[in-house]
């Protein structure tokens, strides 16, 4: 079984992915649409319009129009430009947390599933306890004990998600412990270490690549989940999740205030995931 199929992600996105099907044309559409994320992370001034942090309390909570594309705020801040602008904190923290996550679960994993015995079991009673947690939750105590910082926020998400990730690749590795050609090298004689380096290690963190693109949607979710509790990244850094916390007092008279930046948090989890999934699909030659 795939790796990514095991993929614990949160209930709206599998939905969305349950009628979004990874066909090559929305496969397309959603590579161009993460390539448009990733170029508004690297280069946001080519596609802001105006100042994001420029505030200009004639223009509050103005309605989307050609002037302001996706309204204002309440200060006057162009929504547009400040969701272009917090593209490249949102992907760092995605990609931090990825990174983080699954940096401390390859440790894990490889350590439990190739010593064995009461390394295994101890190190998969701790998971299992993590696991258990709801991923939310770990990352708000974390927060809530280190304080608001970007730094913490990657780390909190980072801690929050790797238990999963660990379980996925111990059972991967141990899988392929068992696999054919591992026992045909065991037979020639091969040393243990060259048989872990040349043919367990390499086909088990083989499909990490993929994981770690949906990886990132994934962590971007549970990031503006965080930021959305007051417990992100503070004010007025246009980090997505911020800016959905400002916005809901506003819901109710200026409604693209939240549903435009949930919609930009959407859009970017939904494309890395089923291009990771597409690409997984290719690295195990199914397309």
């Known amino acids: 079984m795939s790796m990514l199929a095991e993929v614990t992600l949160p209930r709206p996105l599998k939905e969305v992915l349950a009628i979004v099907r990874d066909t090559p044309l929305r496969v397309a559409v959603c590579l161009i649409i993460f390539g448009l994320f990733v170029l508004a992370a690297m280069a946001p001034k080519l596609l802001q319009t105006q100042d994001p942090f420029a505030i200009d309390l004639t223009a509050a909570l103005q309605f989307p129009s050609f002037a302001h594309w996706f309204g204002t705020d309440q200060l006057g801040r162009d929504l547009y430009s400040r969701v272009i602008e917090g593209t490249a904190q949102s992907l760092a923290i995605g990609l931090g947390a990825t990174a983080l996550s699954m940096s401390i679960a390859i440790v894990v994993g490889v350590a439990a599933a190739l010593c064995g015995g009461v390394i295994d079991n101890l190190l998969s009673r701790i998971v299992d306890v993590l696991f258990a ?91 503006s989940g965080l930021a959305f509790l007051g417990l992100g990244v503070a004010p007025p850094a246009p980090e997505w999740g911020a800016l959905l916390n400002a916005g809901r007092n506003y819901v109710i008279y200026a409604w693209w205030l939240e549903i435009i930046p949930g919609l930009a948090v959407t859009a970017l989890a939904l494309s890395a995931t089923i291009v990771g999934r597409h690409l997984q699909d290719h690295l195990e030659g199914k397309r």
């Open 133 to 223: 947690i709801p991923t939310l939750l770990l990352a708000l105590v974390f927060v809530t004990v280190f304080g608001l910082s970007v730094l913490t926020e990657v780390i909190a998400v980072g801690l929050g998600t790797a238990p999963g990730y660990a379980r996925m690749i111990r059972g991967q590795l141990l899988s392929i412990k068992g696999a054919g050609y591992v026992e045909a090298a065991k037979v020639l004689g091969h040393p243990f270490p060259r048989i872990v380096l040349r043919h367990i290690l390499p086909n088990a963190l083989n499909p990490l690549t993929a994981m770690m693109t949906i990886g990132v949607g994934q962590a971007i979710i549970w990031a």
